[in-house]
């Protein structure tokens, strides 16, 4: 089981590393090419389109891996692509729409500007080759060869970064660096498909079927609602940022949050390798299963420890990576790096509660989160800026976190005394 969860998380984190070192260059070419200002627009748009990634993520391919079987994985893939693809076409539409009504006092230069706008509707188009590439990963994670997926993710890496560098020789702007994601998506799902059908022979053809849609989504729906209440508090600050202070703050704080992102991205793929094992090993032997969840707690908990130290060391590089102009990115970085072991734990036990079949807590898990961020955000940011947003976010997982051993706890000892009564009853019998 670990040389599996280790190979599969490997693969994810050596892909994971070329990922973030062509972000690295590209945010190096976006920042000194924009300036902070113009990369807090940058920010904006990304964050604010990223919203929607997740609503039409929805939890669904957690519900595929637990489902689907030899037998049926081929049809029930092609269910979750169709739904995920009519999910997005709304969401796309649905983007335009809100993004065209978001507020902007050009006097104060804060708020949505008409460039930002424009920017989001380009970046939309994201929204579909996110939800097929996710899609796709759903295959990969139930066959464990998240070496495949990395392969499509690095080759969509390697496209946004050529046409990020093109663009900033010729003319940069926030509109046509949007255009270079939407062209790294294109490629990105691309590369994702090719694979499947050269390995598996599976050639997805769209089938819209209602009653099938109905299944995923009265299954998925409480995990879909959590992973959006985890959204809102996770990136709800730069929306509050962008509204209440200059872009300039926002670009600071999205920088600072742009390394941050990329280190939490190594818990999922941990998580997700081993996600579909120690649900197996659960219904299998639940004493082993508890003793191997202890285990990747501790394991977890070390990694985290090490790339919380080394995103501290890194923060104080910003200056000469990036100008002075971005010095200040520097101390909202070592405090959302302080909180990254929580992030990777609360990972491990939100799939734990699925695994307990207890997805419906999530949703009260996330939504306390989600209410204390924005009440928080809205109260500190005003005041104190990007720094009370980084204090926020590393507080709200803390919190998070707190609630999801809380209720693991109970729900391990309610699993443990039915087990024990269950077993009293055979032996009387």
Do not use: C
């Amino acid at each position: 089981m670990i040389k599996r969860v280790f190979y599969n998380a490997g693969a994810q984190i050596l892909g994971k590393g070329f990922t973030a070192g062509t972000t690295l260059i590209v945010t190096l070419l976006v920042g000194r090419s924009l300036g902070p200002a113009g990369f807090g627009d940058f920010t904006k748009i990304f964050v604010f389109v990223g919203y929607f990634y997740t609503f039409s993520d929805f939890g669904l391919n957690s519900i595929y891996v637990a489902k689907s079987n030899p037998k049926n994985e081929a049809a029930l893939f092609r269910v979750l692509v169709s739904l995920r693809l009519v999910m997005a076409l709304i969401f796309v539409a649905l983007t335009l729409l809100v993004g065209f009504f978001l507020p902007y006092n050009a006097a104060e230069n804060t708020g949505f500007g008409p460039v930002v706008k424009i920017g989001i509707a380009v970046a939309s188009l994201t929204i579909l080759t996110q939800a097929l590439y996710t899609s796709a990963n759903s295959l990969f994670q139930k066959k464990l060869r998240y070496d495949l997926s990395t392969i499509a993710a690095v080759t969509g890496a390697i496209a946004i970064l050529l046409t990020v560098f093109l663009i900033s020789l010729e003319g940069a702007s926030v509109i046509r660096f949007a255009q270079a994601y939407v062209v790294g998506g294109i490629v990105t799902v691309f590369s994702a498909y090719l694979i499947l059908y050269a390995k598996w022979q599976i050639f997805v053809l769209p089938k819209i079927g209602w009653g099938a849609f109905l299944n995923y989504l009265s299954k998925s729906w409480p995990v879909g609602l959590a992973l959006i209440l985890n959204l809102i508090y996770f990136r709800v600050d730069v929306l509050i940022l962008a509204w209440v202070r200059q872009p300039q703050e926002v670009g600071i704080y999205g920088l600072a949050y742009q390394f941050f992102e990329s280190s939490l991205a190594i818990p999922i793929f941990f998580v997700n390798a081993i996600y579909p094992l120690l649900a197996n090993v659960y219904r299998q032997n639940q004493r082993k299963f508890y003793k191997d969840v202890k285990f990747w707690i501790l394991m977890l908990f070390s990694i985290s420890v090490v790339l919380s130290i080394f995103l501290i060391l890194v923060s104080f590089l910003i200056p000469f990576l990036y100008d002075v102009r971005f010095t200040p990115s520097t101390l909202p970085l070592v405090i959302l790096a302080s909180g990254i072991p929580f992030f990777f734990l609360s990972a491990l036990l939100w799939h734990v509660l699925i695994i307990f079949d207890r997805q419906k807590n999530l949703v009260l898990v996330y939504g306390a989160g989600a209410l204390f961020n924005l009440i928080a955000n809205l109260i500190f940011i005003p005041k104190f800026g990007y720094i009370a947003a980084a204090v926020t976010t590393v507080v709200s997982e803390a919190f998070i976190l707190f609630l999801l051993i809380v209720i693991v706890l109970a729900a391990s000892k309610l699993k443990t005394a039915n087990s024990y009564n269950r077993s009293q009853k055979t032996v009387d019998l």
